[in-house]
């Protein structure tokens, strides 16, 4: 008998129903299994993610960074599988950051966040939140802070929502992140007190970011997080 933590990890990871799909992956369950349980988790997922295009697998290779699933994310963001899925190439390139520090993790994702129709609001809003994970990285800050003012709304929140994973520490950048939360939620474009409330706190918190910043990529050659 499979233990309950292999059966919530199996169930939220490939049952198709509209709850499993809904609720998405079970990442305590699936860190929790040891042993034969986890040897044939990991077997499963390497097999699902050369071809399915739901992205639970990709995320789940993600989370228990599995060396031997980057061969094949990079095999799958090189090819065309996901050519109507861009949210998956989100999740492939936050896997292999995850598992390896992929240099180019970041600049795909915010390629995707950049050129993706707006239409297509669930790629763009899986590319803002997968942002996070980068950390005081200059260039995902600034591509964050540019965001802040996307056309579309619930993107620019959401641009505020990572941000403020990332200086979670800083009293007083939080504070200020804080209320431009507030002003997105009160204001939606294309009332320019929005975009003039966020300019202006940015003015003050600009600095104390850069600062923090300069100082994580001291020493670093490469955008890479």
Not at 99 to 107: F, K, L, S
Not at 120 to 149: C, H, Y
Request: hydrophobic share 40%; charged share 25%.
């Amino acid at each position: 008998m499979p233990s309950r933590d292999f059966t919530d990890f199996y169930f939220s990871c490939f049952d198709t129903s509209f709850g499993a799909v809904h609720n998405g992956l079970d990442r305590k369950a699936l860190l929790k299994l040891e042993g034969d349980e986890r040897q044939e988790a990991e077997r499963l997922l390497l097999n699902a993610i050369e071809t399915s295009i739901d992205s639970r697998p990709i995320e789940a290779v993600g989370v228990l960074k599995l060396q031997a699933a980057s061969p094949i994310l990079k095999q799958r963001l090189a090819s065309s599988i996901d050519a109507n899925y861009e949210y998956n190439r989100v999740h492939s390139a936050w896997a292999l950051f995850q598992i390896e520090r992929y240099p180019d993790a970041a600049h795909i994702i915010v390629d995707i966040l950049k050129h993706t129709h707006l239409s297509n609001q669930w790629s763009r809003m899986k590319a803002v939140q997968a942002l996070a994970a980068f950390g005081k990285n200059l260039f995902v800050v600034d591509i964050l802070l540019e965001t802040l003012f996307d056309q579309d709304n619930f993107i620019g929140f959401l641009a505020t929502r990572s941000l403020k994973h990332i200086f979670a520490s800083d009293k007083e950048i939080m504070d200020g992140l804080n209320q431009i939360e507030r002003i997105q939620i009160k204001i939606k474009d294309p009332d320019p007190r929005r975009s003039d409330g966020i300019k202006g706190f940015l003015g003050k918190l600009l600095p104390l970011i850069r600062s923090q910043c300069f100082e994580e990529n001291r020493g670093q050659t490469t955008v890479s997080g």
